[in-house]
């Protein structure tokens, strides 16, 4: 990373890291709170089990990405998966979140990965939205959603609606309640995994966040005036040795391929309607 870059980061997070303890409310406080201090771990207990998996479930994104490719914003970045998945195809990248801990992890492993194209601010995603003036060819909004409180969802998907350039495309992706049973097959599958999961060191205080309701999701997208132009669904999968080789990666592909329909991680990409 640039130390241009990192530098304007450092700067950014205490200023907006101020603004956002002044006037947030509990709610986003305690989210702050659960997510710095599981920042450090996070990418360990929760995307790198779920990478196979995860990668099963956002392959037909990349059908589904903007034809012009200049600006990309990720909303609640958090330890910045989806820059992982899409910065380098964009010019330049804009990575948002409210916890300054999970922004410190961000900007290590852009360093580390090469990734010299983004960066970063530390604040709310409605305050950022609301005040940006660019418009992004691609907004990236995935695993963030449900931590809202009901009532700001339409709120925060009509600010992103507004940022969105001509032809740009929102993606998003939330764990969703269902009725459906996890199939037998994919409990079987995830049985070794669940005998040695990977765990938090320190457990926090859980954060207020619960599933969405898929029906509720889906009218919320369109009062904020976004229409769903592809979406998929899928189960968590995960390695069933400490390897995680390529035989793990193509079990869990065949799996999500059969049962991925009925799954209770939902995905969407939504362009203006």
């Not at 009509?158 to 049973?181: F, K, M, Q, W």
């Not at 390897?243 to 995905?267: C, K, Q």
């Given at each position: 990373?640039?130390?241009?870059?990192a530098?304007?980061?450092?700067?950014?997070?205490?200023?907006?890291?101020r603004?956002?303890?002044?006037?947030?409310?509990?709610?986003?406080?305690?989210?702050?709170?659960?997510?710095?201090?599981?920042?450090?771990?996070?990418?360990r207990?929760?995307?790198?089990?779920?990478?196979?998996?995860?990668?099963?479930?956002?392959?037909?994104?990349?059908?589904?990405?903007?034809?012009?490719?200049?600006?990309?914003?990720?909303?609640?970045?958090?330890?910045?998966?989806?820059?992982?998945?899409?910065?380098?195809?964009?010019a330049?990248?804009?990575?948002?979140?409210?916890?300054?801990?999970?922004?410190?992890?961000?900007?290590?492993?852009?360093?580390?990965?090469?990734?010299?194209?983004?960066?970063?601010?530390?604040?709310?995603?409605?305050?950022?939205?609301?005040?940006?003036?660019?418009?992004?060819?691609?907004?990236?909004?995935?695993?963030?959603?449900?931590?809202?409180?009901?009532?700001?969802?339409?709120?925060?998907?009509?600010?992103?609606?507004?940022?969105?350039?001509?032809?740009?495309?929102?993606?998003?992706?939330?764990?969703?309640?269902?009725?459906?049973?996890?199939?037998?097959?994919?409990e079987?599958?995830?049985?070794?995994?669940?005998?040695?999961?990977?765990?938090?060191?320190?457990?926090?205080?859980?954060?207020?966040e619960?599933?969405?309701?898929?029906?509720?999701?889906?009218?919320?997208?369109?009062?904020?005036?976004?229409?769903?132009?592809?979406?998929?669904?899928?189960?968590?999968?995960?390695?069933?040795?400490?390897?995680?080789?390529?035989?793990?990666?193509?079990?869990?592909?065949?799996?999500?391929?059969?049962?991925?329909?009925?799954?209770?991680?939902?995905?969407?990409?939504?362009?203006?309607?």
């Amino acid at each position: 990373m640039r130390e241009r870059t990192a530098a304007v980061y450092s700067a950014a997070v205490h200023t907006a890291r101020r603004s956002v303890e002044s006037g947030s409310s509990a709610h986003a406080e305690k989210d702050i709170r659960y997510h710095d201090i599981i920042a450090a771990q996070y990418d360990r207990v929760v995307v790198e089990p779920r990478w196979a998996s995860i990668n099963a479930l956002f392959r037909p994104m990349s059908r589904a990405l903007p034809a012009q490719r200049r600006l990309m914003l990720d909303v609640g970045t958090g330890t910045g998966h989806m820059l992982r998945r899409f910065a380098r195809l964009f010019a330049a990248v804009v990575a948002v979140d409210h916890s300054e801990a999970m922004l410190d992890v961000t900007c290590a492993t852009t360093r580390r990965l090469g990734l010299s194209n983004v960066d970063f601010v530390a604040a709310n995603a409605d305050d950022f939205l609301a005040r940006e003036q660019r418009q992004f060819d691609l907004i990236t909004c995935v695993g963030f959603l449900h931590h809202l409180q009901p009532s700001s969802l339409v709120r925060l998907l009509s600010l992103a609606r507004s940022r969105l350039a001509p032809g740009g495309v929102l993606i998003l992706s939330e764990p969703i309640l269902t009725a459906v049973a996890e199939p037998r097959a994919i409990e079987w599958w995830n049985r070794i995994y669940r005998r040695r999961p990977e765990l938090y060191d320190e457990t926090p205080e859980d954060p207020d966040e619960a599933p969405l309701e898929l029906p509720a999701l889906k009218a919320a997208l369109a009062s904020a005036s976004l229409r769903i132009a592809a979406e998929g669904r899928g189960w968590e999968l995960f390695p069933r040795n400490a390897a995680r080789g390529a035989g793990d990666a193509i079990g869990i592909a065949i799996l999500h391929r059969i049962f991925g329909s009925t799954g209770p991680v939902y995905w969407a990409a939504c362009r203006a309607a």
